[in-house]
């Protein structure tokens, strides 16, 4: 018998306003960033602030035989495991593994008076703050929905949740945990992620696609000290202007296109098919806050998601070497240091990407200046294997319960590395990668915000999903 959606949506109601909106404000408040952006993170102690708030809260939940713990290895942060046995009468020994994390991006400055990174505030039932959306509230989500699916009369198989502590800095942390956990976390026949982005707040969207990333610093040195600029201007080469020749060889600075072929793919013909069906529909996510007169790259919608999804792209996410305007005297620098961010398409291996990225910078540079590449990170991207007819099935009818609209789909241009990674161990799993992450809800920017209607219905779609894989496993999958 299927769950009572209508005792499914006010259990879920009752526990975001009652539950987990208050938890969600408390830690909103913990400036627990991600390993990357804060090397001293195990010493300033907010990251395991963070994970007893998760653990309290997940241990107190009434989940019948659920174990919850934290597994710690030397040296890296922590990953949450809550395991809760089947509930179907012949389970199928299989796993369904719903996934998030708890670590958050840097402040960043631009939030409106009134508002901060680690200050919530709930405006309009949406709750600002770092972190609440990206990525929170998933725990929370993901076992509020478990309890409404029992409260409701369905059933699931067995279940991991898991939530790890370094997603931010491109889960560098996570494959040894998984390593040491493979024999509880089993093996997984579906993959439930709460990681990711929608299109807009009024429909389930599925993500098919994510991005992969190679991140690096470049550093360009021309003198071992600042001179003044009157004396060595016309001598001395700028440093960033050998940086801007050294991007010109990965990137066209007039279209932005990526020049390296070891960064690009064919886009399959299918996902031209879905991005061309589905543009109109997902209008809205390409609305961005653009200063002045500003243009997008491209004016075919079309194109401009594919450019975000199965396309390359570089963004200059960080800039060192320099004063402020305010400060700068007539100096010519000694150096220019910046943080370079590539975003891959979802077929690229990330390591070639990175080696090509790397002779290109540092090959030959212009006027032999000291070229310097440091801090790589690579993560794959992944593209999510076709629908079993029951998962097709079970989005349209979760869709339609919960959200009054069948399911939507589209690709992202984040990253999640943890769904490569699952995809490599579990070929035959199925996928359900979705978030809450709509039009102007700012990740990593300042802003951020959770809209808490959209999340309520994204947990009791949840509990639908759960109950259709159990239905699914009876009948004996994959039909």
């Not at 719903?98 to 009134?114: C, I, N, R």
């Not at 590449?373 to 629908?387: D, F, K, Q, R, T």
């Not at 990253?415 to 199925?430: C, H, K, N, T, V």
């Amino acid at each position: 018998m299927s769950p009572d959606p209508t005792i499914v949506r006010r259990y879920v109601d009752d526990a975001w306003r009652s539950d987990i909106v208050p938890t969600l404000v408390d830690y909103v408040t913990i400036p627990n960033v991600s390993p990357a952006y804060d090397p001293d993170w195990a010493d300033r102690g907010h990251m395991e602030r963070a994970v007893e708030l998760f653990e309290g809260w997940a241990a107190a939940r009434s989940i019948a035989g659920m174990e919850v713990s934290v597994h710690r290895l030397a040296g890296l942060t922590p990953v949450i495991l809550a395991e809760i046995p089947a509930t179907v009468a012949e389970p199928s020994g299989r796993s369904v593994l719903l996934y998030g994390h708890l670590d958050k991006q840097p402040e960043m400055v631009g939030w409106d008076d009134g508002k901060g990174p680690w200050t919530p505030v709930i405006e309009d039932e949406r709750l600002y703050g770092r972190g609440g959306a990206d990525d929170g509230y998933a725990m929370f989500s993901s076992l509020v929905a478990i309890e409404a699916l029992v409260e409701a009369g369905g059933g699931h198989e067995r279940l991991v949740v898991l939530i790890e502590a370094s997603e931010e800095s491109g889960s560098p942390d996570l494959p040894a945990h998984v390593d040491a956990l493979a024999d509880r976390i089993g093996d997984v026949d579906l993959v439930v992620c709460l990681d990711s982005g929608c299109a807009d707040f009024d429909r389930l969207w599925v993500t098919t696609s994510l991005r992969g990333l190679v991140g690096l610093t470049l550093d360009v040195s021309v003198l071992d000290e600042g001179v003044h600029s009157g004396s060595a201007s016309g001598v001395v080469p700028s440093s960033f202007r050998v940086v801007r020749a050294l991007l010109d060889r990965v990137e066209d600075a007039s279209t932005g296109k990526i020049l390296l072929p070891e960064l690009t793919c064919e886009i399959p013909d299918d996902v031209r098919e879905q991005v061309a069906r589905t543009a109109d529909q997902v209008a809205g996510d390409l609305a961005f806050p653009y200063a002045g007169s500003t243009t997008a790259m491209a004016d075919d919608a079309v194109e401009l998601l594919l450019n975000r999804t199965w396309r390359p792209a570089l963004s200059v996410v960080g800039f060192d070497g320099a004063p402020p305007p305010g400060e700068a005297g007539n100096v010519l620098r000694p150096n220019t240091r910046v943080q370079l961010s590539f975003r891959l398409p979802p077929h690229v291996d990330p390591d070639i990407a990175a080696r090509a990225v790397v002779d290109a910078l540092t090959t030959d540079p212009p006027h032999g200046a000291q070229v310097t590449v440091s801090g790589i990170e690579s993560a794959p991207g992944w593209a999510a294997p076709p629908l079993r007819p029951w998962l097709a099935d079970a989005l349209d009818e979760a869709g339609r319960t919960f959200f009054a609209e069948p399911a939507g789909f589209l690709g992202e241009g984040g990253s999640i590395p943890f769904m490569g990674m699952l995809g490599e161990r579990f070929p035959d799993a199925q996928f359900v990668v979705t978030g809450v992450l709509g039009p102007g809800s700012n990740a990593h920017g300042p802003n951020e915000f959770l809209d808490i209607p959209l999340a309520r219905k994204l947990t009791a779609a949840v509990a639908s999903l759960l109950d259709s894989h159990a239905r699914a496993t009876q009948r004996g999958l994959p039909g």
